[in-house]
């Protein structure tokens, strides 16, 4: 039956403007980027959406039938029995098969169905997108909500569960469509002496439906209520003030943003994000795949890396960022490390730079300063201590506006 049914919905949808089949049968997979999450969101909530306006159908469909069916009051028994059943498998053959396409495609047009595209497409946008402002620059110009909580500022639990991206309720409606087609094809009965057991057959069904078949939106409302109920932005967002709480995140990005638009400084580009912290909620994090960078304004502000041995602070971050900075004009650069590889490095990249030995060459970075300037430094780089220091020859104008530095 399940088989048949399955083949019955493909059949049924196949054409309807505005629905992706694909709703019909459980995903293969998860999705795997956000854009693969927000269509399948989409096209299953959609389904959902259209699925509770074919429920209402098909209440109507049974009610049509049994007032049909009380208007031939007055002619049943005129047909024998022969010809009642005659009818019967004649019209319920036609509704079955032909009549519930037809009316399938007339209730679901796309002029019908556009309010529940529209909130299909309101429900997509409020759950994976954020709006991005005109100039925001590449690293931060990301459309994508990672973050537990929806654009209105609700936790993402009331607004959609696990349920909603493995969803085929469109197959569960074909069994009641099924038998509202059958109810429909039994008016024609109502010309024969079987009128009355016809009555009797939309009834069962009419019974049978009201105790197996609730309301989809209500079967939804109670799987998000016992979803929400143990999630911890749930709990989070009621104890933390509600909206103020979420729209205190939203104030942190939108500030975020403003800033880096502002920001006209030169822009060192890091890499690219792994999606790990995105995929963990964090509502701050990058898309997989987005540029991660850095503005010289960011690293006046101080950069600490963190990682243990080999796991690329060097050679993913110090390095290149050494590499990026060394090509801009009027920015000078010291680095110190007590191990005395990178500055060796960092010297073949940057030819006007020179490595100097503090075991052998003594030298100060407040040279030149006067003494207001100077109680802002502390020497570094004097005679006997470990490591090497590079320094700029390119005089006071090229004196450091930023530093990078590895402890051994």
């Not at 980027?33 to 927000?38: D, G, R, V």
């Not at 500030?255 to 994000?273: E, N, T």
């Amino acid at each position: 039956m399940a088989i048949l049914m399955r083949w019955y919905a493909g059949w049924l949808f196949q054409g309807i403007a505005g629905l992706d089949r694909l709703v019909l049968w459980p995903p293969s997979s998860e999705p795997d980027n956000p854009t693969a999450f927000a269509r399948e969101l989409y096209h299953r909530y959609l389904a959902h959406l259209l699925a509770m306006r074919l429920w209402r159908y098909e209440w109507l469909t049974l009610l049509a039938a049994a007032i049909l069916l009380l208007m031939l009051k007055s002619s049943i028994g005129i047909a024998p029995a022969g010809v009642g059943i005659s009818f019967a498998l004649l019209g319920i053959g036609g509704m079955v098969a032909i009549g519930a396409k037809g009316a399938l495609y007339l209730l679901l047009a796309p002029e019908i169905i556009d309010p529940d595209m529209n909130a299909a497409k309101a429900l997509a946008r409020r759950v994976c997108l954020r709006e991005v402002p005109e100039g925001a620059p590449p690293d931060l110009a990301d459309p994508w909500r990672h973050n537990w909580m929806t654009a209105d500022g609700r936790p993402l639990a009331a607004e959609i569960g696990e349920f909603d991206l493995r969803s085929t309720e469109l197959v569960g409606r074909c069994k009641p469509i099924f038998f509202a087609a059958i109810a429909l094809g039994l008016v024609p009965v109502g010309f024969s002496v079987l009128g009355g057991l016809a009555l009797g057959v939309i009834l069962v069904i009419a019974i049978c439906k009201a105790l197996s078949d609730p309301p989809p939106v209500g079967i939804r409302s109670r799987l998000l209520d016992v979803a929400a109920a143990g999630t911890a932005e749930g709990a989070a967002w009621a104890i933390a003030g509600t909206s103020r709480w979420s729209a205190r995140m939203e104030d942190a990005r939108k500030a975020q943003l403003a800033v880096a638009i502002a920001d006209k400084s030169p822009v060192f580009s890091l890499g690219h994000a792994t999606g790990l912290l995105a995929a963990r909620g964090d509502g701050f994090a990058p898309s997989a795949g987005r540029e991660m960078a850095l503005s010289l304004t960011d690293l006046m502000q101080h950069l600490l890396v963190l990682g243990g041995t080999g796991s690329g602070k060097t050679a993913g971050v110090l390095r290149p960022l050494c590499k990026q900075l060394g090509a801009v004009d009027g920015v000078g650069l010291v680095v110190l490390d007590g191990k005395g590889a990178l500055p060796g490095e960092v010297a073949k990249f940057i030819p006007d730079l020179e490595v100097i030995d503090p075991a052998t060459t003594s030298m100060s970075l407040v040279e030149g300063l006067t003494p207001t300037d100077g109680d802002h430094f502390r020497p570094v780089g004097a005679r006997g201590q470990q490591g090497q220091v590079l320094r700029g020859k390119r005089g006071r104008s090229d004196a450091p506006r930023g530093s990078a530095g590895e402890s051994a």
